[in-house]
């Protein structure tokens, strides 16, 4: 928390209290103001203070009043209640009523009440954020081409975006669940259609590419596909469905068309079902696209070699903090003497998030031909991010780091866009660095900026070392007493275990950071990528 200074309204008219306050706040370089209520309500609209002390004249429904008066007027400021220990469920209602804390006279201390005014304001920061941050990711969720549903198992819809709107014919969502109050009557052409739905979700908690004719608004009947899923509560019923809708009537209407021309050309009637066939594995592909974006095998240095044999090994760790992550890397080979390691953090974690690293994949697999030079490789991935990104209206800050490393050569080429700065692990020095920009500039995340200048870095390696990536969920974690893991503990951490094998270092890394946090897990997603240097091939052998 910054200890900058305090200004700090008191509303109330204890002398007592008014000069305790003051005396409180010119200890620690702060100020106060004092303020009837009547007179408060105004003033904090206007004046630039911190927070706001209230100490209500009686405990009544009045003062509740009063508080919930003070959080509306100015919802920017936090407002700390000052009252008597004794009244801990008119304190517990002074916080339902709209204050961040509730401070009691007979605990009353210079240092406490700053520690409270200090809580308070980030707690209401922290408020702030989080309504940004809905508001955010409802603006990427009505921008999303496909239609997102919630429905109730009786058939009542609860959520849905504007996509949906658009498929079924309505001007907006809230037309759209108002109108739509019995999916299995409303919605469906085939009367039956609503019970095969529940009866298959009932089977297998999971549905893909459900397809069924449905009527639209105006009557007019279309085909959608319809992928889902089974929410239940603890005690394993059915809460409600959720998932996407594609219109995919015009795939129908092909289908039928290949039908009627595969019965009057019987000569083509294999080459028509070998399009069919492949149309639908590509669309099986679309759906399964973000389960297999990771690695599933790692490249071999030289391709010849067996795996364990291989100049360069690798090991990841992969760590989603909720079912889709916001984390991504890849391994490639450039040549035989070349890899290019990639990884990626994008702000936040869940399905918002893992929507940009479905699109970065996608985007860096079409720079392979710059994919020697790491520079001028995030530029132009940043361009076409950029892009992207303006077109939605949804800018979202990414970070990335991408490497090339030459074993003949023994070097690392790299460039780093805002990501956390990978460790060089030299074990044969018994040394752990992190990976400095040749500048001794940071360089931007991605997305921010058009043309950035994103330079690339060389740094010498030899056998036996380790370069380690990772996401900045790794060390982003909260122990004991507020205090965080940090980058210059987890260097510390990493060279405790130097002399560990890649895979045991990782494993024993992430149990240590576990057992610092506070809840012994890991609050964001975390990834971590490792390469070693194991020895030059014409060595081996």
């Known amino acids: 928390m910054e200890n900058k200074p305090l200004k700090i309204l008191f509303v109330g008219d204890d002398e007592r209290s008014v000069r305790e306050v003051a005396e409180a706040m010119s200890r620690t370089g702060g100020a106060v103001e004092v303020s009837r209520f009547d007179a408060a309500v105004g003033r904090v609209r206007g004046d630039s203070f911190s927070a706001v002390v209230f100490e209500p004249a009686a405990v009544n429904a009045a003062s509740l009043f009063q508080v919930t008066s003070l959080a509306v007027q100015a919802p920017q400021l936090p407002v700390i209640v000052l009252g008597s220990a004794a009244d801990e469920a008119f304190a517990v209602q002074a916080i339902s009523a709209g204050a961040q804390e509730f401070l009691a006279r007979e605990e009353f201390s210079t240092e406490r009440l700053e520690r409270k005014i200090r809580c308070a304001i980030e707690r209401q920061h922290e408020r702030i954020s989080l309504v940004a941050e809905k508001e955010n990711y409802y603006g990427i969720f009505d921008h999303l081409v496909e239609g997102v549903f919630r429905t109730t198992t009786d058939g009542h819809y609860v959520l849905a975006n504007m996509a949906l709107a658009r498929i079924y014919g ?79 009537t015009e795939r129908k209407r092909a289908e ?148 090339v490393a030459d074993w003949q050569l023994g070097v690392v080429r790299f460039a780093n866009a805002g990501h956390p700065k990978p460790l060089l692990i030299r074990r044969a020095l018994q040394s752990v660095e992190p990976l400095p920009n040749a500048s001794g500039h940071s360089q931007p995340a991605l997305g921010l900026f058009d043309d950035p200048p994103y330079e690339t870095t060389d740094v010498a390696i030899a056998p036996g070392d380790l370069l380690m990536l990772f996401t900045d969920g790794l060390y982003e974690v909260q122990g004991p007493n507020e205090e965080l893991y940090s980058q210059q503990r987890l260097i510390v951490d990493v060279r405790n275990l130097i002399e560990k094998p890649t895979s045991e270092l990782f494993d024993q890394l992430l149990e240590a950071i576990c057992a610092f946090s506070l809840e012994h897990e890991f609050g964001d997603d975390v990834c971590l990528l490792g390469m070693e240097f194991t020895q030059k091939h014409e060595e081996t052998g």
């Not at 739905?197 to 105006?218: C, N, P, V």
């Not at 959608?224 to 998932?243: T, W």
Request: overall charge negative; charged content about 25%.
């Open 170 to 248: 309505y001007d907006s969502p809230a037309e759209l669940m108002a109108s739509i109050t019995d999916i299995g009557t409303r919605l469906y052409v085939e009367p039956t259609r609503r019970q095969e739905f529940i009866q298959l979700m009932d089977q297998h908690d999971t549905l893909a590419g459900f397809e069924s004719r449905i009527y639209r608004k105006d009557e007019t009947i279309i085909w959608i596909s319809e992928n889902c899923r089974a929410v239940r509560d603890p005690d394993g019923r059915v809460m409600y469905y959720e998932g996407t809708v594609e219109d995919v």
């Open 256 to 403: 039928d068309q290949i039908r009627r021309a595969t019965g009057e050309l019987s000569r083509s009637r294999e080459e028509l079902r070998a399009k069919n066939v492949l149309m639908e594995e590509n669309l099986r592909m679309a759906r399964e696209i973000q389960l297999t974006m990771l690695p599933q095998q790692y490249p071999k240095f030289p391709k010849t070699v067996a795996p364990e044999e291989s100049v360069f090994q690798f090991v990841h760790r992969y760590q989603p903090a909720e079912s889709v992550s916001g984390d991504f890397f890849s391994v490639s080979a450039l040549s035989d003497y070349e890899a290019g390691m990639f990884i990626c953090d994008v702000t936040g974690h869940g399905i918002r998030a893992a929507l940009v690293t479905a699109m970065i994949r996608a985007l860096s697999e079409e720079l392979k031909p710059l994919a020697r030079d790491p520079g001028m490789f995030l530029r132009k991935l940043n361009s076409d991010l950029c892009s992207i990104l303006k077109s939605t209206g949804s800018p979202m800050l990414t970070t990335a780091f991408y490497a």
